[in-house]
């Protein structure tokens, strides 16, 4: 009996063990003991107090400001990245389109996060445009799915804090407005984006004539892959990534 009560234990252990590497490979974010969430992929805890804010600097009165911050920063860029092939296979990710300039080590990815903030960022754009009776930059279809990606990302999420509502006469308050809830430190996701930074600026944005390989130029100065850029595109010794305007 002894033998058989530790074989169940141990069969238990096993089946909770392969639940928990199931989790971490299939992307499922693992709770801890507090009940904190972390990331799989950047390992970002989310145990960050933050207030749900009704209007921000970006939703300000100062239109010219405000238009500054929509279009200058927004940091979805810094979201394409490259992952060595071994730890995009570790974590249980697709195969992805080869980095450039080290397509038998790495490969090219894109951080959810930061394409919402693009999306989000097109959403503006194409409001402004259309407020300011400008021809629209930004095709009808990918305004769509930028629309329908939020939809999708606020489903996936299905946060479920529930946002008090100001008694009547409190006019100057909105639902929600300065409560506090979890968040995750984005700048740590923006620390782990740069670490695995793929070197792209999306230049001469909406011209399709441009190879996209001048987009992933614009490494560190200091980066390996600089010769391999000087070389590719026929640049003198002296050229640096990063004189070039972004």
Request: proline content about 5%; overall charge negative.
């Amino acid at each position: 009996l002894r033998y058989l009560v530790i074989g169940i234990s141990l069969l238990g252990l096993s089946i909770v063990l392969n639940v928990v590497l199931a989790l971490k490979v299939f992307g499922v974010e693992v709770q801890d003991s507090t009940g904190t969430t972390t990331s799989i992929y950047a390992k970002l805890p989310q145990n960050i107090d933050d207030s749900i804010i009704w209007n921000t600097e970006f939703s300000g009165e100062n239109t010219t400001e405000v238009d500054r911050l929509w279009y200058d920063t927004i940091p979805w860029e810094s979201g394409i990245i490259a992952l060595r092939n071994s730890e995009a296979e570790s974590m249980g990710l697709p195969l992805s389109q080869p980095f450039p300039w080290d397509g038998k080590e790495k490969s090219t990815y894109i951080i959810n996060g930061h394409h919402i903030l693009h999306c989000v960022r097109n959403i503006y754009i194409s409001i402004q445009e259309y407020r300011n009776h400008q021809e629209q930059s930004i095709f009808y279809p990918h305004i769509l799915h930028c629309l329908d990606s939020i939809r999708l990302e606020t489903l996936c999420a299905a946060d479920d804090t529930p946002r008090y509502v100001p008694f009547n006469g409190e006019n100057e308050k909105k639902p929600g407005d300065g409560q506090i809830r979890k968040c995750r430190d984005w700048s740590k996701l923006e620390k782990w984006a740069q670490d695995h930074d793929a070197c792209y600026r999306y230049i001469e944005p909406g011209n399709d004539e441009i190879s996209n390989l001048e987009r992933f130029k614009f490494c560190a100065n200091d980066s390996p892959y600089v010769p391999i850029i000087r070389g590719y595109f026929g640049y003198e010794d002296t050229w640096l990534p990063r004189k070039e305007t972004i």
